[in-house]
């Protein structure tokens, strides 16, 4: 008997020792999996923009510190701009319409493609009847406003395409966002291609003299988060976290859609009516589709057709798309083939 409660101890003894051994290893491996504890500080540049929900989502619901990081959002007028401010180290990462980088690409920087967190149709080409405006025929030998070297003048460009006329036919006149309006009220030009909110502010101004065409002919703007820098592991570690932050943003919007507007609506002092108005338009969700490639394609046979290059060949676009990121962290948003 007293052989066998030996036994029974040594039994006991061993199934304990083995359980403490388990919860030490799992423990182990979960401490590795995690953040190391150090937050990192990074700056994003965009635009007071509805495009940035998942952005602001993510900064809101503290999304960003819990994986690791103080995320500062610094506003500029146009995602060109931030993303300039990418390239001369003035921001960590940029949001911006995939127009850019083809500017960009054009120009041989160093610019990449880490995820498109939203898509939409926003664009309007705004002019005033008044100035004989009524068909887009009525466009030939106006003045037209447009943010010069951003996806307005392509969009532009294209439509005037699609309706047989030119940027040949026009006269650019290269505005801000912010000028477009007063340009349009002062006469210092006849019409105005503009995106959201700018392009609403237009219509309410110019309340009964106005005639509105939808710009992008259904063709989806690709709103991208870009680096300037992905071959350090540093940096590949903030990405991951960047965009595992955007993924429990995306999760946070689908199932409180409501409260995610309700932190765009507040973050962007947007009443009501505009909101309901423009969110059907965009499309929240982290991906790098290859439908993104073919736009990237377009917009750049495009832009050596109309000279705003002088280079003759469509740049190779994998080479400036950054999948290793989103794969990491939700892959079935991947469908770029290389």
């Given at each position: ?6 036994r029974?101890?040594?039994n006991?003894s061993?199934?304990l020792f083995l359980a403490?051994?388990?919860?030490a290893?799992a423990?182990g491996s ?5 953040d190391?504890?150090?937050?990192e500080s990074?700056?994003?540049?965009t635009l007071?923009y509805?495009?940035?929900?998942l952005i602001?989502?993510a900064?809101?619901?503290k999304?960003f510190k819990?994986?690791g990081?103080e995320?500062?959002i610094?506003n500029?007028e146009t ?5 300039t401010?990418v ?9 911006c319409?995939?127009?850019?980088s083809v500017g960009k690409?054009f120009q041989k920087?160093?610019?990449f493609i880490?995820a498109t967190i ?5 664009e ?10 009524k068909t ?8 037209i ?11 532009l ?8 006329l ?5 006269t650019?006149v ?5 000028r477009?309006?007063?340009a349009?009220?002062q ?9 959201q909110p700018?392009?609403?502010?237009i219509e309410?101004?110019?309340?009964q003299n ?8 259904s063709?989806?703007?690709y709103?991208?988060m ?7 592991a ?7 976290k960047?965009?595992?932050s ?5 999760k ?7 409260e995610?507007?309700?932190i ?20 929240f ?12 394609e ?7 057709q ?15 798309i950054?999948l290793e990121?989103l794969?990491a962290v939700?892959?079935?948003?991947v469908s770029i083939?290389r």
């Open positions: 008997m007293r052989a066998l409660n030996h029974n101890r040594l006991i061993a199934i403490a051994f388990t919860v290893m423990s979960c401490s590795r999996g995690k190391s504890g150090k937050v990074i700056t994003i540049g007071p509805e495009a940035n929900a602001y989502i900064d809101e619901q999304f819990a994986n990081l995320v500062a610094k500029y995602g060109l701009a931030a993303t401010a390239t001369q180290g003035a921001v960590d990462i940029a949001a319409a995939e127009f850019i690409a920087e160093d610019i880490i939203a898509k939409n149709l926003n309007l080409l705004i002019g005033r009847i008044d100035k004989g405006i887009v025929a009525d466009l030939s030998g106006k003045k406003g447009v943010p010069r070297k951003t996806i307005a003048e392509f969009y460009g294209r439509f005037l395409d699609l309706h047989g030119s940027t040949q036919d026009i650019l290269d505005l801000p966002p912010s477009l309006q007063e349009l009220v006469n210092e030009v006849d019409a105005v291609i503009a995106w700018w392009a609403k502010q309410n101004r110019l309340a106005k005639v509105v065409w939808p710009a992008q002919s063709q989806l703007l709103w991208n870009v680096v300037k820098d992905v071959r350090s540093k940096q590949d570690r903030l990405i991951k960047v965009l595992r955007l993924l429990q943003a995306e946070y919007l689908v199932g409180h859609p409501e995610a507007k309700d765009v609506r507040t973050r962007l002092r947007y009443d009501n009516a505009y909101l309901e108005e423009v969110w059907p338009k965009q499309q969700f982290l991906s790098l589709d290859q439908s993104l490639i073919a736009a990237l377009d917009e750049a046979r495009w832009m050596i109309n000279k705003l290059t002088t280079e003759k060949k469509v740049p190779d676009f994998l080479e400036y950054y990121g794969k939700k892959p079935e948003a083939i």
